[in-house]
């Protein structure tokens, strides 16, 4: 359910940035779904008004054109109470305004997974003054937020394989339960090629406590990707990357119970299932 609230005087004149969208490049709408850990999408205004900036409890959200109209995705995280939600919508020259949205309950499914090294289970006092510098660091690249000089692209799957476990999962590690699952595993050998799911910049490289040898991709507007677990990394922070161009390899580092890639997907810092990002219709080559 999608409606307009009344008008919200501004105080301040907000500058409307530039933005150049590509021509020629495509962009497919993640499919919506609007339940902790998925994706609303808002119609705004049409193109051919200045671009909006919205807002969702002070994270900016993406907004791209589609179909003559601007259009806001939000991401949804985890940790969302259903209910009813409102985006703060700026635009010049007009008075701000809500967009409102609601949000349904869904129930994750339990995974059960036994770490031999159980480290992973109960840190020390050492490994968690690790691990909270890393969730900092990690939290940071979750916020980066950029203004793209190209169209999103219909996301592909970064690595051949069977999907190990999915998005959401309630986990329980030798039987203590710890934060739900916020990515997607794909089981593949080690040293299976782990390739950019879309064009971005790398934002940093690192090897952490529990997510191993990782790489993070900025999309654009706050739309970041997570490659965690990797044997090699094949990028530098900074470098410009296509669709299926490598940034990696698969590998157990950190915390796993075998080799596999963790892919997650942050939108406007909040951890959404990547399958709603997937082009299912077609299989996607590189240009």
Same mark, same amino acid.
């Given at each position: 359910?999608?409606?307009? *609230?009344?008008?919200?005087?501004? *105080?301040w004149?907000?500058?409307?940035?530039?933005?150049?969208?590509?021509?020629?490049?495509e962009?497919?709408?993640?499919?919506? #779904?609007a339940?902790?850990g998925g994706?609303? @999408?808002?119609p705004?205004?049409?193109t051919?008004?200045? $671009?909006?900036?919205?807002?969702l409890?002070?994270?900016r959200l993406?907004?791209?054109?589609?179909?003559?109209?601007w259009?806001?995705l939000v991401?949804l995280? *985890?940790?969302?109470t259903?209910?009813?939600?409102?985006?703060?919508?700026?635009?010049?020259?007009? #008075?701000?305004?809500h967009?409102?949205?609601?949000?349904?309950d869904k129930?994750y $499914?339990?995974q059960?997974?036994?770490?031999k090294?159980?480290?992973?289970?109960?840190?020390?006092? /050492?490994?968690?003054?690790? @691990?909270? /510098?890393?969730?900092a660091? @990690?939290? =940071?690249?979750?916020?980066?937020?950029?203004e793209?000089?190209r169209?999103?692209?219909?996301?592909?799957?970064p690595t051949?394989?069977?999907? =190990?476990? =999915?998005?959401?999962?309630?986990? @329980?590690?030798?039987?203590k339960?710890?934060k739900?699952? =916020?990515?997607?595993?794909?089981?593949?050998?080690?040293?299976?090629?782990v390739?950019?799911p879309?064009?971005?910049?790398?934002i940093?490289v690192?090897?952490y406590?529990? #997510?191993?040898?990782?790489?993070?991709i900025?999309h654009?507007?706050?739309?970041?990707?997570m490659f965690?677990?990797?044997s090699?990394?094949?990028?530098?922070?900074g470098?410009t990357?296509?669709?299926?161009?490598q940034v990696? /390899?698969?590998?157990?580092t950190g915390?796993v119970?075998?080799?596999?890639?963790?892919?997650s997907?942050?939108? #406007?810092?909040a951890?959404?299932?990547?399958? *709603?990002?997937?082009?299912?219709?077609?299989?996607?080559?590189?240009?």
């Amino acid at each position: 359910m999608i409606k307009v *609230l009344g008008n919200m005087a501004t *105080l301040w004149l907000f500058l409307v940035p530039s933005i150049t969208w590509a021509a020629g490049s495509e962009y497919s709408l993640p499919r919506t #779904n609007a339940v902790p850990g998925g994706i609303v @999408i808002l119609p705004l205004a049409a193109t051919t008004s200045p $671009r909006p900036v919205a807002h969702l409890q002070n994270r900016r959200l993406m907004v791209i054109p589609h179909q003559g109209q601007w259009t806001a995705l939000v991401g949804l995280a *985890l940790s969302t109470t259903p209910g009813q939600y409102h985006i703060r919508v700026q635009q010049r020259g007009r #008075n701000d305004y809500h967009v409102a949205f609601s949000i349904q309950d869904k129930r994750y $499914r339990t995974q059960r997974l036994r770490i031999k090294n159980k480290r992973f289970v109960d840190p020390s006092a /050492k490994d968690l003054k690790r @691990i909270w /510098k890393e969730k900092a660091l @990690i939290q =940071s690249y979750f916020r980066h937020y950029t203004e793209p000089d190209r169209s999103l692209q219909a996301f592909v799957r970064p690595t051949p394989g069977r999907r =190990s476990s =999915s998005f959401g999962l309630r986990r @329980i590690f030798n039987g203590k339960a710890r934060k739900p699952h =916020s990515g997607m595993d794909i089981a593949a050998a080690t040293g299976t090629p782990v390739q950019a799911p879309a064009a971005g910049t790398v934002i940093a490289v690192g090897d952490y406590f529990f #997510n191993g040898r990782s790489v993070f991709i900025d999309h654009g507007q706050g739309l970041v990707s997570m490659f965690c677990h990797l044997s090699k990394i094949t990028v530098q922070p900074g470098q410009t990357v296509q669709r299926l161009d490598q940034v990696g /390899k698969v590998g157990a580092t950190g915390r796993v119970t075998g080799p596999h890639l963790h892919w997650s997907l942050s939108l #406007n810092d909040a951890r959404v299932d990547p399958a *709603l990002f997937l082009d299912t219709t077609r299989n996607v080559s590189r240009e």
